[in-house]
Every structure is written in structure tokens, then in C-alpha cells.
């Protein structure tokens, strides 16, 4: 796993995007986020983005394992502070075997925001930052493991999920889960 802080990834990558303002427990004695409380946000996003593929906690549970994070690198760029609508993209590599790496950008949201979705939503990455401000690039290594904490294969399901993005209205995703609606 290894970073290049100053690469995007190309445009057309399936992605999903969550948001999170940033509440002032999160700052440290320096004014800026704590370094940690960007592994909440990262996880957080993770788990929007398997809970609106069907996979939600329950659903891996009944597939023989869960998932658990192995190893997280993190690139700092620029400092967020308390208040900052904080735009997390991510996005999975190819599993291989019991592991898969999911990478994740983080931006400072500064233009205005009109439509923030609960839970997140799928996109795709154009490659353009356009009004956002990176502020953070992440790979964390998450390995599926069984009860008893022993890594196992991917479930096939699952794999099949993770290379398709499923889109809302398929058979990853038949409910729409977590979904923003359109206003009535």
C-alpha cells in the first residue's frame, strides 16, 4: 500500500461519497481536526458505502465473517477545522483473496452545498476537483474475517458486489439503501 499524495485517480472511477461536518470535540489543541478523528470519518464512510450495497453488518454476519481494518495509511495535506463540511470520496480495488484495499479522498467542501445525503451516495469520480479542496488521501487494507477472527475468502457476494458498485434498483442494491429521495 503506498500513497502519492499528489495523484487523482483518473475520471470515470465508481465511487461513493458520504459527507461529515466537522464538531468541535474533533479538534485538538492546535485548532485543526484531530489526526484521529479522521479514521472515524474514513470507517464511517466504508460502512455507508457496504450498507448501501445490501451489505450491511447483519448481511455479512450471515456470509461468515465481517470486516476489519489491517492497516491504514494516511496522507495530511491541509488542516481542517471545526464547523467544515467534509466531502469523503471512496472507492475499492479488487479483492484478493481475504483482503481488499479501499481509498478514500477527502475534501473541504467550499462551495455551497445544497443537497447533503444522509448515509451517502454513489458517484462517479470526473478527476476534476472543481470548488473542493483535497485535504486528505487514505488506503486502508481491510481483511474479511470469520467469528473467531481468522481471515477467510471474500464470499463471492461480496467480491461480485464490490466490482459492480451496484447502482440503486439491482440486484446488489434492490431497495435503494440509504439512498437519498427527491424532495416531494
Known sequence: MNLNPGSIPDGGLQAFE????????EVDALGHVNNAAYLNYLEQAAIDHAT???????????????????????????????GDLLRVVTSLAEPRGARVDRHYLVFRELGRIADVPVGGRPATWSGDLADDELVTRATTEWVFANREGQPRRIPSEVAKLFRAGAVEGTDGNPRGALMPRPPA
Open 52 to 82: 448501501f450495497l445490501g451489505l450491511d453488518m447483519q448481511r455479512l454476519q450471515q456470509l461468515g465473517g465481517v470486516f476489519v481494518a489491517r492497516r491504514h495509511e494516511i496522507v495530511f495535506l491541509k488542516p481542517t477545522f471545526a
Open 18 to 25: 458520504t459527507y461529515f461536518r466537522v464538531r468541535f470535540h
